[in-house]
């Protein structure tokens, strides 16, 4: 009865952009070649015993179709094992493991190195690539990966340009696109749309409405598609000194009937079970190759949530309603449109804050709406709707 065996396996990470289809592979006995259309995010290998397979998992990239192979190895094949994951397999006449490799220049292709192994029990010719595995029946009582690091988080990034009046005693908000760099969010389920496009596309939208309207003054947490960790973000709101913070997403969700905007204010109970694990998912975008780069900033960690500060937290869930009602004139919500969960974005202490979910990009008609110029209008002026309200209803209480 043959046992699928790991073997071994191997991490490896390049900067990332936007998602690359397979368009060649050219595969023999001592190297795999791998060339995309566009940069991927990064790759992993392993390989397996009973059938002897090798397979290739491409983080950020498209499959496409087979592949030319030759010598030991007898065929290939392709597939998406899923929605930011392309899985390529390559079928071996006997046992081989990947003894080193790396992305080219430009990322645009992945060169890995083989070597056919005798049997078992026999240590494998390999370089200083990986630790020296023995190869058994049973599973190995140890895996082997190589990471890439990525280094601590900015203790100050940059500042954002604000926009609108000069006058520095109109209000300020902050609008913060979700995800960006190697951090895609969801994606559609034809790969068509990713949410860190969406969302930058969004929040651009809302910054020039409000910039039109002339009342108050606006900045984005990126303009571009880049990275931040989630303490950046709120970060920057903080040190500008923000009179509102709105984290701007479109989530994926489990059924594609799901569909609508929700908007969501910072608790440490979750208002139901999807919050939290809304909030588990998003706040696990720090973990990039299982480096946690969240907490390592000494500034940003010594944030800590006053639960006593409760003023915070009621003006954010004010906000979170008027956003609901200002914002339903011009697009959906779900039923249930105001929750509450623990998302590492809301928790600056003195800055209201919500986390908006536009829609959801498994859902076809959300990817529509979301992805085009009109919906993007509408979204903007629901929320520049909502954020003029809430300061006229400020100024008025003066």
Avoid: W
């Amino acid at each position: 009865m043959p046992i699928a065996t790991l073997l071994a396996s191997t991490l490896l990470a390049i900067n990332p952009a936007s998602a690359g289809s397979v368009n060649r592979i050219d595969a023999n006995n001592r190297q795999i070649t791998v060339s995309f259309d566009d940069v991927v995010e990064g790759a992993s290998t392993f390989s397996l015993i009973g059938p002897d397979r090798i397979a290739i998992d491409i983080k950020g990239g498209k499959a496409g179709r087979g592949g030319s192979a030759s010598g030991m190895i007898k065929s290939v094949r392709q597939g998406q094992y899923d929605l930011n994951t392309a899985r390529i397999v390559f079928d071996l006449d006997r046992p081989a493991i990947v003894t080193g490799g790396g992305f080219s220049a430009d990322g645009r292709s992945l060169k890995l190195s083989l070597s056919a192994v005798g049997g078992f029990g026999v240590k494998p010719t390999r370089k200083s690539f990986l630790p020296p595995v023995k190869f058994r029946a049973e599973p190995p009582k140890n895996t082997y990966s190589v990471k890439v690091p990525l280094g601590r988080p900015q203790d100050k990034v940059k500042l954002p340009k604000i926009y609108g009046p000069k006058d520095s005693s109109r209000p300020l908000i902050v609008l913060d696109a979700g995800h960006g760099g190697h951090d895609p969010g969801a994606i559609s389920p034809h790969g068509s749309q990713r949410e860190k496009n969406v969302t930058l596309a969004i929040a651009r939208a809302i910054r020039d409405r409000l910039v039109a309207g002339g009342r108050v003054r606006v900045a984005l947490t990126r303009d571009t598609d880049k990275f931040l960790v989630l303490e950046e973000r709120y970060g920057i709101a903080r040190r500008m000194k923000a009179d509102l913070f709105i984290s701007i997403h479109a989530d994926a969700a489990g059924s594609q009937d799901a569909s609508g905007a929700t908007v969501y204010t910072l608790s440490e109970v979750a208002s139901d079970r999807e919050a939290s694990k809304l909030a588990a998912r998003e706040n696990k975008a720090n973990i990039i190759n299982g480096i946690n780069l969240g907490g390592a900033n000494r500034d940003v960690s010594s944030i800590l949530i006053d639960l006593t500060q409760r003023e915070t937290m009621n003006v954010s869930a004010d906000f979170a309603k008027l956003l609901h009602r200002e914002g339903s004139r011009e697009i959906s919500f779900r039923r249930i449109p105001h929750k509450f969960a623990s998302f590492v974005v809301l928790k600056a202490p003195d800055t209201p804050s919500v986390l908006f979910e536009t829609g959801y990009l498994t859902n076809q008609q959300d990817v529509n709406f979301l992805s085009s110029r009109s919906g993007q209008a509408k979204v903007a002026e629901g929320v520049a709707s909502a954020i003029e309200v809430h300061f006229a209803r400020k100024l008025a209480r003066r």
